[in-house]
């Protein structure tokens, strides 16, 4: 144990004291009816007031894509290649929910994108409104090979080893995940490749993706079994999504992947796989607000009139849903079942 502090220190890890985020933990979900929204779409009005309106929606949007955060990404109408990095935040008809943000109104406003929908979803002067062209917030993964660390990578784990002088030394780990026999695993980089656990043995990749960091990602204690839905995925099994999570083992800290189902986190120990029971899961930092109060961590991901939009989550008719919160603003704004709902109580996606 005194290695693993040790290598923490010397390695400049992030998040060594574990952080969890605040908010409810989620894990029930309801069916909820939700009414055809109004569709904003960014087709020539017949009016010259309109069309100047949606110009400037459209150069609005424009912008956005190119000053904005590499965390979002532009919505290219494929939906299921777009969101399979997407942050899941909420759930709703069985559907999981994926935070978006599109041009209206001269704004930036933030929403709710699912797989059946064709554009960011919105609450806007009471109603619910579908915005297109739009981004999702997704979790970036950036391609690499032979032992490359891109830029913005931070380091999450460390493996300790003896130097020829005998003195000890650390190596800093970042998350990776590779494609292996049609599954999509997660490991850490370390000796020129992507190595994962699989089948009880260690494997490497020469060619894979490394995860780069965001401000509102931290780490928290898990158990297993019980993971909720506030884990950040990032490969897949069998039809089972696999959570990037890391763990202590043979003297360091270790990253790897864990589901549902699984007894614990799978890493491995330098020589083959092991499962640790305990462990820590990477999520997305939620932080509480009430009434219109922000964090002071909150990140700022939108805007309208002039005013910063932050995203928020509210537990809404059992379901979790996704909306918008500003200073001048009384609570989360959720466009749900046609109209737009209000939460005293929600969580603020904050660093």
Known sequence: MNHVVLCLMACGVAAVAWDPPIGPSI???????????EVAKLNPPKDALSQKAATRDATSYEAARTTSEGDWQAADGENERILQDALEVGNEDGLPLYPCRGAYKGGMQLGRMRADFRGCHIGYDGRETEV???EVLTV????ASSGEIPPGATPAGASPALATTAAFRVTPLVACRAAWRATMQIGEVRDGGCIFGFGGQQVMADH?????????MTWAPAVP???GAIAIAGGSENGDKLYVCRAAANGGLHIGKIKQAALG???TDGRRE???????LLVPRWRTGTEGTLPVSALPQGRENGVSQYLCRAQRNNTVQIGKV??????????????EAVAAVYDVLGE
């Open 140 to 143: 970036n993964w950036v391609a």
């Open 225 to 227: 079994l019980s993971l």
């Open 208 to 216: 894979y993706e490394v995860l780069l960091a965001s401000p509102w």
């Open 132 to 134: 297109a062209p739009y």
């Open 27 to 37: 894990g029930v979900w309801a069916v909820s009816t939700v009414a055809k929204p």
């Open 326 to 339: 500003s200073e001048n603003q009384a609570g989360c704004h959720i466009g749900m079942q046609g109209g």
């Open 274 to 280: 092991v499962v640790a029971k305990r462990f820590e």
């Open 265 to 267: 986190c799978s890493v």
